[in-house]
DNA sequence: TAACCGTGGAG
DNA sequence: TCTCCAAGGTT
């Protein structure tokens, strides 16, 4: 097993990233939430998201205590809106469960809501010197290389041998690990990237196996495939003659989950149905194609402006629970999905 | 275990 | 335009 612990280490020290909001303290508040919010997402997309929410949230209790709307609010835009509801509970469990304070082990962690096995690494590494590893992507790159891993990471038994030479590649000293650890996220982030690594810049050069047998793309290897479906859906826009927008609260599961949309039909025929009898225009909007990871989503905003009257709130409830309608200047108040949020906005 | 869950950047 | 993927976790 090579030592690539003291070279990154001093590396980490000398060259990596040291300003960024959630370093420079172990307050595994901060340390958590910046976690959470950077799991599958870039550092740069995060900064303005986790400034944002320690404005509003400036402690576990005060997120605790918000309702839950309240934190899809500020979520809204980042993506993966079950890492907001998790850590909304996640919250609540520690100051109910807890005290307040975070559990002091990666073991115990990992029971907390959206806190897995590298999250719960992180956490413990940075703030409170634990020995344990993570294994996020950029690291698993790293690592692949450095060992020349052949084996494929779609399987289980696979990636669990990669967490255990993980373990095995751990610095000695405890005390080493929180730039042990950033150490190895910015490696990742920076020098060994996917396509073009800065083999010549890195640290690792004279332990990397990959480096040395000159086959660094052919690491990790991965066989899994994305399949993407494909669904096309209308979304009825509903206006009031004073520019307001009918909303209402989308299904506890699901994509966007918890965020308010328009209602949903199943095509044009089934949006012409909903405003029969209805004073107004209709509008049938250009379709756009809105890609999520797994999905294609095709979405044809399907608009009808009133003209005069509208039916009483209580009535559009009868149909539409929950929702109400929002003025342009109320939007902000309301986590929306990035599409809606773009055509609400144009 | 495989499917599901967003969004934006990079090449 | 297209593909990959980013400080992954849950069901």
Known sequence: MPDIATPLVAWQRQH???????QGTRDPYRVWLSEIMLQQTQVSTVLGYYERFLQRFPDVAALAAAPQDDVLTLW???????RARHLHRCAQQVVAQHGGAFPRSAQALQDLPGIGRSTAA?????????????????????????LAFEGDLAETRVERALWAQAQDLLPTQAADMPAYTQGLMDLGATLCSQR????????????????????????????RKLKRSRVALTWLWLRRADGAHWLLPR?????WAGLWSL????????????????TGTATPGETFTHVLTHRDMVITPWQFRFTGEAPSVEQLQQRWPGGRWLAPAELDAVGLPAPLSRLLRR
Do not use: M
């Open 251 to 255: 299904p506890a599961r699901g994509v």
């Open 263 to 278: 209602p949903e039909c199943a095509d044009a025929a089934d949006a012409q149905a909903a405003v029969q009898g209805w």
């Open 122 to 146: 992180a956490i413990a590494a940075f703030c409170w010197d634990e020995r344990v590893p993570i294994l996020d992507g950029n690291v698993k790159r790293v690592l692949t290389r450095v």
């Open 76 to 82: 809204a835009g980042l993506g993966y809106y079950s």
């Open 16 to 22: 990596g990233r040291h300003a960024l909001p959630w």
């Open 196 to 223: 073009q690594p800065r083999c010549a810049d890195c640290p690792l050069h004279a332990h990397c196996r990959a480096r040395a047998e000159d086959r660094t793309a052919e690491f990790p290897r991965k066989t």
